[in-house]
């Protein structure tokens, strides 16, 4: 099926070159994969016990409120009278613990068998534990009632199971941190195989401009140690068939490069978290680059938020109450939205022995930044607000980065302006003779190795391990 699909493909083009009269080519690329590896476990956002911003509010409120009268959820208390049993940091806590398994409770409709009787932060935290397993095993019932549901009624049943779990999820993530999570493949080593080719067919026009079109083809599973994601599904099935259209461009030389990728293009303020663009705009004025990336569907950024997991607290509520749905200890859950960014735009261009660059878009997001070489030193300097950090007044991100090279070997070290426990970070890498090596650490430990020794044809055996204990052992070759 691959080798008819890929013939038809090369006959086809080859077939448009052959009538293109000489003003046509046809490129090929492509890298392949193989070795065995493990994916360890996904990074918690914080260590157990470190509590998001609502959470401290929450918790402060709940132990200096002396003024819970007696309610509807209590009503072994005479008007009038006043308590609070919730006097410590470890007894709200317990009480968040409480809260969460009766939304446990009440998503699957029946009694759990986990008890909280936890008085101290390591007693605490194994009810957390046993919590977060229930939830996972909870989900995945869902998930299967769901799938084989047999009405629309089930399905949506199904569906409100998840909600309520995912709810009493970030309740627990919301006060305790959220817990590192198992990826597909942990623990156990497997074998990966990933080829990926990419055939690219230019025509010249007789106006002197250019178009080219690419498309990408990739099968197999592969391994992917850089960005932690572990193993990606297998191409070639019924849902994911690894053959996509890359890109169509036009060089229009003075005029400039448009590229048309949809939903593809990375915006050039926020490339992670924006809505992808449509199309890349690309030229040069003097020594200047310029570069523009256009979103054409239809702006939706009136819903753009961020993430929340919110604890709220309300004064005069009887805090000796298992759970008041009404003030006691509640949750709200929203995934984030990004900020729907319609243009961006990016000038570059040499400065003083370095590069400096300047970035805006539509929403406010802008970033900028500057890099040279000192004395041997190499200087970064990159600082930028994205739009949704702007629209919520949220203080901008400012990196410095040093390099030094010493023969074989350089360093490297960067520092952060935010504060989120990965502030600093430091760095050695050797390359010599076909063998490099990687190593990096940063303020939270998470440290990784990685490295290659060069074999003949292009080939070379590639290795690395990190702080979540993925690991992997290949060869990598490129054509």
């Known amino acids: 099926m691959r080798n008819t699909l890929l013939t038809t493909t090369a006959l086809v083009l080859t077939a448009g070159i052959a009538s293109a009269d000489g003003h046509a080519t046809i490129t090929w690329s492509g890298a392949a994969t193989a070795g065995i590896a493990r994916a360890g476990t996904a990074e918690a956002k914080a260590a157990s016990g470190i509590q ?21 959820t209590d009503t072994s208390l005479s008007a009038g009278t006043s308590t609070n049993s919730i006097t410590t940091a470890l007894l709200y806590q317990e009480q968040v613990i409480d809260d969460a398994e009766i939304i446990i409770d009440a998503a699957t409709g029946n009694a759990s068998t986990s008890t909280h009787t936890g008085t101290t932060a390591a007693t605490i935290a194994a009810d957390v534990a046993t919590l977060r397993a229930e939830i996972v095993l909870d989900l995945a019932d869902a998930a299967t009632a769901k799938t084989v549901a047999a009405s629309v009624a089930a399905v949506a049943e199904a569906v409100a199971r998840t909600a309520a779990l995912n709810k009493a999820s970030a309740l627990l993530d919301a ?8 990826k597909a493949g942990a623990a156990d080593f497997d074998t990966y195989s990933e080829i990926n080719a990419t055939v690219t067919g230019s025509v010249a026009l007789d106006n002197g401009m250019t178009v080219s079109v690419a498309m990408s083809v990739d099968a197999g599973t592969g391994y992917d140690f850089a960005d932690d994601d572990g193993f990606d599904a297998a191409k070639n099935s019924a849902t994911s068939s690894g053959i996509g259209l890359d890109n169509v461009t036009l060089n229009a030389g003075s005029l400039g490069t448009i590229k048309l990728d949809e939903n593809a293009v990375t915006h050039l303020v926020d490339g992670d978290d924006d809505a992808t663009a449509d199309i890349l705009y690309t030229n040069t004025f003097g020594a200047a680059s310029v570069s523009v990336a256009m979103d054409i569907d239809k702006d939706t950024d009136l819903v753009a938020r961020k993430a929340s997991d919110t ?6 509520l ?3 109450a298992t759970l008041d749905t009404t003030g006691v200890s509640t949750v709200t859950s929203l995934a ?24 805006m878009d539509e929403e406010g997001g802008n970033a900028f930044g500057a890099s040279a070489t000192l004395s041997g030193i190499g200087i970064t300097f990159d600082s930028k607000l994205e739009a949704l950090e702007e629209e919520l007044s949220i203080d901008r991100s400012n990196t410095i980065g040093l390099s030094y090279a010493m023969g074989a070997t350089t360093l490297g070290a960067t520092w952060n302006s935010v504060e989120d426990g990965d502030q600093w970070g430091i760095s050695a890498a050797y390359s010599a003779a076909g063998t490099t090596i990687s190593a990096s650490t940063d303020e939270g430990s998470d440290w990784s190795v990685s490295g290659s020794m060069a074999l003949a044809s292009g080939a070379s055996v590639v290795a690395g391990t990190n702080y979540t204990e993925d690991a992997y052992l290949g060869l990598s070759f490129a054509f």
């Open 52 to 72: 998001s911003a609502s959470s401290k509010v929450a918790q402060a409120a709940a132990i200096a409120d002396t003024d819970d009268t007696a309610d509807a």
């Open 175 to 182: 006060t305790f941190g959220t817990g590192a999570t198992v």
């Open 311 to 316: 604890i709220g607290w309300t004064a005069g």
């Open 318 to 320: 009887d805090s000796t």
């Open 336 to 359: 984030a939205i990004a900020a729907d960014v319609a243009w961006s735009a990016k000038v570059s261009m040499p400065l003083a022995g370095g590069t400096a660059y300047v970035a």
